[in-house]
C-alpha cells in the first residue's frame, strides 16, 4: 500500500500476514514520517494499530511485533505521511483486502 503522493511515492505499508505484523517504511528523503494504521473487527469490537517510521528513508521498514490476530481475520490497511508527531495525515492510501 503506497501513499498517494504525486510522483516517487513517499512512504508505503505492508502486513506480513504470518506473525500479524504491519510495517510503516519511509522512501523518500522529504522529512515526512509515514504511519501506517491496520484496522479490524474483534467481535462487536473495532479495532486498531498503528506504526510509524520516524528515522528517515534509510532503506529500513519499522515493524509493529505481536498484533496476534485470530486467522482469516480480514484487515484495512492506511498508510499515510505526517509532518511531525502531532499533525495531520497527508497522502493516505488504502488497501481494504487484507487476511490475517
Known sequence: ?????????????????????????????????????IYWNSGNQNRWSTIEDTNGSN????????????????VILETCLKSGSNRALECCGINRNGVA
Not at 511515492?9 to 514520517?33: S, V, W
Not at 529500513?60 to 505481536?66: A, G
Open 59 to 74: 532503506g529500513d521498514c519499522m515493524v509493529r511485533e505481536n498484533v496476534d490476530l485470530p486467522e482469516g481475520t480480514k
Open 1 to 37: 500500500m503506497n501513499t498517494t503522493d504525486s510522483g516517487a511515492k513517499g512512504g508505503r505499508g505492508h502486513f506480513i500476514n504470518q506473525g500479524d505484523k504491519p510495517l510503516a517504511c519511509d522512501t523518500q528523503a522529504h522529512g515526512k514520517r509515514v504511519i501506517t494504521y
